[in-house]
């Protein structure tokens, strides 16, 4: 088991090579708690020590690093991408306002690094500067953030938490960007239950929905809708190693993405980590519309609305 | 047109930033004679002046650029990875072996940091040691550098190209490698025609294809046929900016393999270049299979064998 993907090996070199064991996990893409077994199964296999709350390698597993070439290619920054500290100041600054999660409606903070990189990744696709943004969700406040980092011509935010909205709202109006609200519960969003102006409005929409397949289907399926033809998606969507419900979801938003016309222009690992206990990990999708226009809600009808969200 | 996915603006911007012409159109994606078009209009919409050959911002360009914020989030790597002097060096040496490009079998040349890149991307994944690794098309020697950067179990390469296949061969046996080489004209692939030895025996296949429709389904086919449960791909396909033919075959290859079970991991954009005169883009797709196992032979009888390569 511990062989599978090529963990054990990279584990045990990431550590020779001096990486912290949280770019370690991050690398490895593993939750926290399988992170932990992980390292203790390295230590019962006598391959790693731990000493005063540090792993090191055991000779054993010197001699198992070094006949298998440790090589590390790995540069410092995360998937080609730095960020500013002026901009990372600015995201924590966001992050301080943000509400306390409610976990009810799976609201998990990012931290504010991933967010700001999220952000310009964006931007450097040119994807923020004078164009029409929606953000499906946001109780990160990436909206606020794009205008920090680019000039886009118009944000809209949906959300079903109104103390979301209002700070957005009140920082918007302050600062006189152009970011529209609206209070919507995506629950109930059906082919006569859609908010009508948004429709075919957007070049580009972003979203990091609940972490189940009906959840997804529901936040890309309004993105859908209110993107214009050759508009853009940027989806977070969890993927993890040795976690099979990962696999899956993955499977299913890339078929749903597919089935609807867009084709998938990136997928970055490891691209997103979050304020929880649990230590998800999540890639970056990034979808382009073909020119095929297919809406989406008959897939919608087919999903039970009571596993919308994760706890249920 | 220029405004198209934030063409206009990103080429200011790299430029006012100092990157150089040829980290600018690699960032853009684009072929060199778009890029050339690019320039030449940007030119004539006077935001960029030509002076000895280099180009430079305009007052209109500095302008533009100035109020929509240019910021610069790339790190000087490529997505992340960095290659080391020495694995470059010998990434140019089998470079200089190679046989020169056949471009009636599509023949294309990759340049030896990217190559490298690319093995580099397979080991950091835990996708080269103690595998069994299978290259479809190997004119550029991918077999070889991996054995140079991993300790892969075994690698088989099949071509239909004696002249690479004889001199893998060759340094194979001088270094004790456990390269296996197969003459085999993957069009011939077929239910009552393909190679039984190679049959769900591979952790991993890598492949290059021919950048056509047809290509793509025969060795990515190739590749199902012969990896195992839970196994991994490596897939280089062409994706550039303003070239819809790009867009639609990227979509086709992700349905095809959507559809045979496999689900996509990473897709990173601009990953690898080539020593062509069209200075083609391409990115890297990195899928696994689900349980799912499909034969693809059904999907193979619909296409037309004559257009499997690009010259036709």
Redesign the interface.
Known sequence: ML?E???L??LLRFLHKGLSLNRTRR?LRMRKDTFSILLKQAVELEVLIKKNGRYILSRKGEKFIR???P?L???N????????KE?LLKAKEYCKLRVVPNIEIDQCPTKPKDLA?RI??M?????L???RILCIGDNDFASLLMFE???PKEVVVIDIDERVLDIIKKISEKQKWAIKTKKFDIRKFSQINYPKELKERFDVFQTDPPYTEVGFKYYIALGMVALKRKGTCYIVAP?MNLENWS??L??EI??FL?EYGF???????SFQTFLDKYGIIS?IIRA?R?NLIKEPFSALKQLNIDKFYTIR
Do not use: M, W
Request: charged residues 30%; contains cysteine.
């Open positions: 062989e993907k090529g963990v090996f990279n690398l006949k298998n070439k090589n290619f790995r540069c920054c995360n998937i080609g991408f730095k960020i500013s901009i990189q310009a990744f931007y450097e696709n040119g994807d500067n004078n164009k980092i680019a000039k993927h696999d899956e993955l499977y890339e078929k597919l084709f998938i222009t990136d997928i970055f690992p890639s382009e073909t």
